[in-house]
T-cell receptor, first 114, second 114 residues
Framework: AQTVTQSQPEMSVQEAETVTLSCTYD???????LFWYKQPPSRQMILVIR??????QNATENRFSVNFQKAAKSFSLKISDSQLGDAAMYFC???????????FGQGTTLQVKP | DAGVIQSPRHEVTEMGQEVTLRCKPI?????LFWYRQTMMRGLELLIY????????DSGMPEDRFSAKMPNASFSTLKIQPSEPRDSAVYFC????????????FGPGTRLTVL
């Protein structure tokens, strides 16, 4: 069975600085997708970024980028120029092409200090 | 686009009562997912549908839980009878082409069973 591990329950960053959130996963599948979702206090789950495992190029979305290391099964999220609105819980998720399921990590709470 | 719509946003009920949660997916999305979020267990997939047909219900906790999708624009998750341990936030999500496509989440229903 696939698992997703986020080893940092909490992180903090100064406004305008850069922070990296870690995520590792375990799988024997070759075809899968990886996601980062953001959950602010409003509890709405918002997609931050998506990565297809067959693509070597790391996905980017404005200030958000990932470091996808397929061999190491690592999928970290980098937030550049952090803003107060980035404060939220961030979930890493694994999407299985075989089962069709999304498996979420336990989440990392990000605090942004002014 | 209105996004995924869930109702009610909050539900407080007493143990033993029937609870029905409702979801309207994004128009044109063929996949619909029901998740439960708790502090202890994080985000768990309960069941998902493709073209109104349940594909995987292995995450449904027990027979007290049932889900239906009578048409492409409506789904329900029913708990009967409800128990205090069912207290959680229940999310509905939908996606377009496949179960590994980006999932768009509704705002969630916070259920409290007294």
């Amino acid at each position: 069975a696939q698992t997703v591990t986020q080893s940092q329950p909490e992180m903090s960053v100064q406004e305008a600085e850069t922070v990296t959130l870690s995520c590792t996963y375990d799988t024997s599948e070759s075809d899968y997708y990886l996601f980062w979702y953001k959950q602010p206090p409003s509890r709405q789950m918002i997609l931050v970024i998506r990565q297809e495992a067959y693509k070597q190029q790391n996905a980017t979305e404005n200030r958000f980028s990932v470091n996808f290391q397929k061999a190491a099964k690592s999928f970290s999220l980098k937030i550049s120029d952090s803003q107060l609105g980035d404060a939220a819980m961030y979930f890493c998720a694994y999407g299985s092409s075989n089962t069709g399921k999304l498996i979420f990590g336990q989440g990392t709470t990000l605090q942004v200090k002014p | 686009d209105a996004g995924v719509i869930q109702s009610p946003r909050h539900e407080v009920t007493e143990m033993g009562q029937e609870v029905t949660l409702r979801c309207k997916p994004i128009s044109g999305h063929d996949y619909l997912f029901w998740y439960r979020q708790t502090m202890m267990r994080g985000l768990e997939l309960l069941i998902y549908f493709n073209n109104n047909v349940p594909i995987d219900d292995s995450g449904m906790p027990e027979d007290r839980f049932s889900a239906k999708m009578p048409n492409a624009s409506f789904s329900t998750l029913k708990i009967q009878p409800s128990e205090p341990r069912d207290s959680a936030v229940y999310f509905c999500a939908s996606s377009f082409l496949s179960s590994t496509d980006t999932q768009y989440f509704g705002p969630g229903t916070r259920l409290t069973v007294l």
